[in-house]
């Protein structure tokens, strides 16, 4: 059983570190790209947040029925970083998407 939770917790950590690595694109694009796209990078940024809302949740939820400590103390490190992450880029991409005229 914790076997299986612990695969549970696996994927949306997964996709959350996947999302991330999206961020430095973002933040190029919105810097240089084609300004009528502006809009198109900030909804993007937000799509890019809550993806790891969403997988950053799902972890957690999981993590409840873990008892392995060591294993779940490291997982929910790992998941607020990339929440926490997450949150500084949507602000630095709006942020620059605002600065665009």
Known sequence: MQDGLKKA??????LAEKVTTLWPALKEIVRYG?????????VA????????????????INLKDITDQS????????ASALLNEARESVAVVLEAADRRH
């Open 9 to 14: 917790v696996g994927v949306p950590l997964s």
């Open 34 to 42: 084609n300004v009528a796209c502006k809009s198109d990078a900030q």
């Open 45 to 60: 940024a937000k799509a890019l947040e809550t993806a790891v809302y969403g997988a950053y949740y799902n972890v957690i």
């Open 71 to 78: 294993f779940k103390s490291t997982v929910e490190e790992r």
